[in-house]
Nanobody, 120 residues
């Protein structure tokens, strides 16, 4: 059974930081690429960061220089360190596989996500 369990979200003031974690079932984690996606109210889900098993990373322009994606293969876990958070980063954050170059996932299986709220 596919499992994606995101955690680490919360409320933070603008300029603050959060670290998200996603524990992934082994069957998914064997995928070459994993990524973080987010969906704000009234908007489509978008990919914000991706990481390849070989170490390459990709970031959306809106988060470049502020977010850092990493993975711990031994723990089947993907992380997203978010710094200098802005109100426009407010969204539900999800992790999933990524098709490298297409910056999307073919999967229809999603976890519950973790809410990130940035406001003063």
């Amino acid at each position: 059974q596919v499992q994606l369990v995101e955690s680490g979200g919360g409320w933070v003031q603008p300029g603050g930081s959060l670290r998200l974690s996603c524990v992934v079932s082994r069957s998914i984690f064997n995928s070459p690429s994993m990524g973080w996606y987010r969906q704000a109210p009234g908007k489509q889900r978008e990919m914000v960061a991706a990481i390849h098993t070989l170490g390459g990373t990709k970031y959306a322009d809106s988060v470049k220089g502020r977010f850092t994606i990493s993975r711990d293969n031994a723990k089947n876990t993907v992380y997203l360190q978010m710094n200098s958070l802005k109100p426009e980063d407010t969204a539900v954050y999800y992790c999933n596989t990524v098709i490298w170059g297409r910056w999307s996932t073919p999967s229809n299986d999603w976890g519950q996500g973790t809410q990130v709220t940035v406001s003063s």
